[in-house]
């Protein structure tokens, strides 16, 4: 099992940034980890995701350049760093980890996931 805790979320002004963090527990020796989102009304999007290991990254183009996903193996981390955040990234954003390597942007192919933590942006 591996057990998966988001920190990080809360309120911020549009324009602005947050940092999300996961932390990884357990088995860990999940092979790619993600961060997904679902707003109210929304199914949930997949957002970022990098490999374990190569640290190897894929964005949704709706966060492409404004958003950064990054590892620290020594922590079993990973993060998510969001800058210039708008209205429409108001969700709850959740951490997810699959056993398999390979890029996977639907959340059917992860095996763990979190809790979720609230972002909410404000206009």
């Known amino acids: 099992q591996v057990q998966l805790v988001e920190s990080g979320g809360g309120l911020v002004q549009a324009g602005g940034s947050l940092r999300l963090s996961c932390a990884a527990s357990g088995r860990t020796f999940s092979s790619y980890m993600a961060w997904f989102r679902q707003a109210p009304g929304k199914e949930r999007e997949f957002v970022a995701g990098?490999?374990?290991?190569?640290?190897?990254?894929y964005y949704a183009d709706s966060v492409k350049g404004r958003f950064t996903i990054s590892r620290d193996n020594a922590k079993n981390t990973v993060y998510l760093q969001m800058n210039s955040l708008k209205a429409e990234d108001t969700a709850v954003y959740y951490c997810?980890?699959?056993?398999?390597?390979?890029?996977?942007?639907?959340?059917?192919?992860?095996?763990?996931w979190g809790q979720g933590t609230q972002v909410t942006v404000s206009s």
């Open positions: 990098i490999t374990w290991n190569s640290g190897r990254t």
């Open positions: 997810a980890a699959r056993l398999s390597i390979g890029v996977v942007t639907t959340d059917s192919g992860y095996n763990y």
